[in-house]
């Protein structure tokens, strides 16, 4: 199956400070991408979907100057974490398909602490 | 509006016993039915789809699940459990055929496998 590779796996900030997520298809082009965060034995939680050269769409209730995600290139997504708060930590996920109808693919997740 | 639902928050099964985590769902049209695999601190990994076909399907790690459209059921099944397939499951349901869709989750269910 197609790979998505997410980076860092873990991080650890300090209150006030930014944190950036990348999302990398890496053996296809993903024209679409979603970023989702899952609390601890929790379902995953859809915030925002990717669009490669546009605006993301964002979910209710989900903070958009918080969370700012950019999709510059068919391959890349980033998501940033603005003014981190401890409540802010969770467990972020990535994903994106590579042919309809398909599956997602994940990536491995990161894991963000906010002290 | 569609959404998932899985029943059990833990399922419970001896090494070697057959193993089924229930899964429904409530859609407007055709479903598109995905389970996925999580472990610990990592993201999701694909099990199997249904789109269309057959009702039974079979995937990865001798996984299967049958889709019942009277019941809207998507059961996950396997013939003997192992050790290895604890974890946590998730259903989902796309929204769309192609992989622009938003994945909706269930609220994901443990599986315990002992020895």
């Known amino acids: 199956g197609a790979v998505v590779s997410q980076h860092p796996s873990r991080v650890i900030c300090k209150s006030g400070t930014s944190v950036k997520i990348e999302c990398r298809s890496l053996?296809?082009?993903?024209?679409?991408m979603f970023w989702y965060r899952q609390f601890p034995k929790q379902s995953l939680m859809l915030m925002a979907t990717?669009?490669?050269?546009?605006?993301?769409?964002?979910e209710q209730g989900v903070e958009k100057d918080k969370f700012l995600i950019n999709h510059a290139s068919l391959t890349l997504s980033t998501l940033t974490v603005t003014s981190a708060h401890p409540e802010d930590s969770s467990f972020y996920i990535c994903?994106?398909?590579?042919?309809?109808?398909?599956?997602?693919?994940f990536g491995q997740g990161t894991r963000l602490t906010v002290v | 509006a569609q959404s998932v639902a899985q029943p059990e928050d833990q399922v419970n099964v001896a090494e070697g016993n057959p193993l089924t985590v229930k899964c429904t769902y409530s859609?407007?049209?055709?479903?598109?039915l995905f389970w996925y695999v999580q472990y610990p601190n990592r993201g999701l990994q694909f099990l199997l789809k249904y789109i269309t076909g057959d009702n039974l399907v079979k995937g990865s790690y001798g996984f299967e699940a049958e889709f019942n459209k009277s019941q809207t059921s998507f059961h996950l099944k396997k013939p003997s459990a192992l050790v290895s397939d604890s974890a946590l499951y998730f259903c989902a349901v796309r929204t769309l055929p192609s992989n622009t869709g938003k994945l909706i989750f269930g609220q994901g269910t443990t599986l315990q496998v002992k020895p």
């Open positions: 994903s994106a398909g590579d042919r309809a109808p398909s599956e997602a693919f």
């Open positions: 990717s669009n490669e050269g546009s605006k993301a769409t964002y």
């Open positions: 859609v407007s049209g055709n479903p598109y």
């Open positions: 053996d296809f082009q993903a024209t679409t």
